[in-house]
């Protein structure tokens, strides 16, 4: 069982910076490969970017291809989400969990505003 807790949401200006973590707990954590995966007010959510187990390869939904970076450090049981160059439509709650993602490993998700 993995427990899954994102921070590092916020507002910021479009053309700006954010970074997200998401700490696992549970010594399975680099059993999963993992995603990002966000969800804006009155859209489904989305996968926006995963990482396999070793975080040697990686995969980027096209509007974010060139901006986001996903990354995870096994030691310390946590993946990582660098947003930059972020534009208005990058609004929404992010969340991460495993990919594929599980129904009981959605946690609170934590909210990015980019505004102009």
């Known amino acids: 069982q993995v427990q899954l807790v994102e921070s590092g949401g916020g507002l910021v200006q479009a053309g700006g910076s954010l970074r997200l973590s998401c700490a696992a707990s549970?010594?399975?954590?680099?059993?999963?490969?993992m995603a990002w995966f966000r969800q804006a007010p009155g859209k489904e959510r989305e996968i926006v970017a995963a990482v396999n187990l070793r975080g040697r390869s990686t995969y980027y939904v096209d509007s974010v291809k060139g901006r986001f970076t996903i990354s995870r450090d096994n030691a310390k049981n946590t993946v990582y989400l660098q947003m930059n160059s972020l534009k208005l439509e990058d609004t929404a709650v992010y969340y991460c969990n495993s990919n594929p993602p599980l129904s009981n490993y959605w946690g609170q998700g934590t909210q990015v505003t980019v505004s102009s």
């Open positions: 549970g010594r399975t954590f680099s059993n999963y490969a």
